[in-house]
């Protein structure tokens, strides 16, 4: 599943480097950009927001008292050139404060922050026991045990879903983003484009490369460092 963003600062140099890095993460879906916190105003109205690239220090209006503003407040992540805001951004619950300017390793590493914390929101608000879900497979429903799943692959309009209780990958139309949504977070990981991966599966991670029995799952260089945080990875 992605998340919809939206850039605000008034400076161009900065709405456009936020552009650029945004356009390199999968899960990031740009939804439009503001030069002050008036503009931003009327995207949220257009549609629902799960992120905001904040400016702080613009004209009319700062930030932090556009944040405080907001009876329904997305994720934040500040992105400024003063340091001294970070103490009001902590009380504020911001996902992250970035320091201008922003490296692309530090942005990924914002970014997955804020994915976490909405898979982690999705999760309490579906509030489901379920372990098991079911999949249209030619005219029938196939009920699959999410334990028996190891890993799930995305092919346009189809999936596929491979399982220890079959020889062969169960084919169902769909999307991995819609399948993405059935799935119980904390078990399951988008680690890149086309694939979701049980973390309950892993044998062993290379370059960049999961290994699940005889199959070898790719990593995206964003999903990464998500990754070993799902596992628990003490580096």
Same mark, same amino acid.
């Given at each position: 599943?992605?998340?919809?963003?939206?850039?605000?600062?008034?400076?161009?140099?900065?709405?456009?480097?936020?552009?650029?890095?945004?356009?390199?993460? +999968?899960?990031?879906?740009?939804?439009?950009?503001? *030069?002050?916190?008036?503009?931003?105003?009327?995207?949220?109205?257009?549609?629902?927001? $799960?992120?905001?690239?904040?400016?702080?220090?613009? +004209?009319?209006?700062?930030?932090? &008292?556009?944040?405080?503003?907001?009876?329904?407040? +997305?994720?934040?992540?500040?992105?400024?050139? /003063?340091?001294?805001? @970070?103490? #009001?951004? /902590?009380?504020?619950?911001?996902?992250? /404060?970035?320091? *201008?300017?922003?490296?692309? #390793?530090?942005? !990924?590493?914002?970014?997955? &922050?804020?994915?976490?914390?909405?898979?982690?929101?999705?999760?309490?608000?579906?509030? !489901?026991?379920? $372990?098991?879900?079911?999949?249209?497979?030619? /005219?029938?429903?196939?009920?699959?045990?999410?334990d028996t799943?190891?890993?799930?692959?995305?092919?346009?309009?189809y999936i596929?879903?491979?399982?220890?209780? @079959?020889?062969?990958?169960?084919?169902?139309?769909?999307?991995?983003?819609? %399948? #993405?949504?059935?799935?119980?977070?904390? &078990?399951?990981?988008?680690?890149?484009?086309?694939?979701?991966?049980?973390?309950?599966?892993?044998?062993?991670?290379?370059?960049?490369?999961?290994? %699940?029995?005889?199959?070898? %799952?790719p990593v995206?260089?964003?999903?990464?460092?998500?990754?070993? $945080?799902?596992?628990?990875?003490? &580096?």
């Open positions: 599943m992605k998340l919809r963003c939206i850039v605000v600062d008034d400076e161009p140099l900065g709405r456009n480097l936020m552009v650029e890095n945004i356009s390199l993460i +999968p899960f990031l879906e740009l939804v439009g950009t503001a *030069k002050n916190a008036f503009e931003a105003m009327e995207l949220l109205e257009s549609g629902d927001i $799960d992120l905001i690239f904040l400016d702080i220090q613009m +004209p009319g209006m700062t930030g932090t &008292k556009f944040v405080e503003s907001l009876t329904q407040k +997305p994720m934040i992540i500040f992105v400024t050139a /003063y340091e001294e805001f @970070a103490v #009001e951004s /902590y009380n504020l619950e911001v996902v992250d /404060y970035l320091m *201008k300017p922003v490296s692309v #390793e530090r942005f !990924t590493k914002a970014a997955n &922050k804020a994915y976490e914390r909405f898979n982690l929101n999705a999760r309490e608000s579906r509030g !489901t026991d379920l $372990d098991y879900m079911f999949v249209n497979v030619e /005219y029938s429903l196939v009920k699959i045990s999410f799943i190891t890993h799930i692959e995305g092919l346009k309009d596929k879903i491979f399982v220890t209780t @079959a020889a062969h990958p169960i084919l169902t139309k769909s999307t991995l983003k819609g %399948i #993405e949504e059935k799935l119980p977070g904390g &078990k399951f990981l988008r680690v890149q484009k086309s694939f979701i991966v049980n973390l309950d599966k892993i044998e062993s991670i290379r370059n960049h490369r999961i290994s %699940i029995g005889k199959f070898e %799952i995206s260089d964003s999903s990464m460092e998500s990754l070993l $945080d799902a596992i628990k990875y003490n &580096k």
